[in-house]
């Protein structure tokens, strides 16, 4: 059975960082693409970082130079680095793969 939790919301400042964390179990990260998703209050899901098995990555331009995503082989994880955090960036965030979603993560950036 296939299972993703993701880890580390909260609610952070304007310009504070924080680092999201994906956990797998059922499934082996590095043969998969790995994606970080979004949905805002109102809005559609959207991709924000993917990581291919060759870890390439990519990023949507909103995130761009902010965000990093990144995984670790030994740990079954992928992680979102998310830096000079915007109000606009206040979401679900959801950690998908091979057509499996995790249960999303609330990241609020507020004063």
């Known amino acids: 059975q296939v299972q993703l939790v993701e880890s580390g919301g909260g609610l952070v400042q304007p310009g504070g960082s924080l680092r999201l964390s994906c956990a797998a179990s059922?499934?082996?990260?590095?043969?998969?693409?790995v994606g970080w998703y979004r949905q805002g209050p109102g809005k559609q899901r959207e991709s924000v970082a993917r990581?291919?098995?060759?870890?390439?990555?990519n990023y949507a331009d909103a995130v761009k130079g902010r965000f990093t995503i990144s995984r670790d082989n030994v740990k079954n994880t992928v992680d979102l680095q998310m830096n000079d955090l915007k109000p606009e960036d206040t979401a679900v965030y959801y950690c998908?793969?091979?057509?499996?979603w995790g249960q999303g993560i609330q990241v609020t950036v507020s004063s």
């Open positions: 998908g793969s091979f057509g499996y």
């Open positions: 990581i291919d098995s060759g870890d390439n990555t």
């Open positions: 059922g499934i082996i990260f590095s043969r998969y693409m």
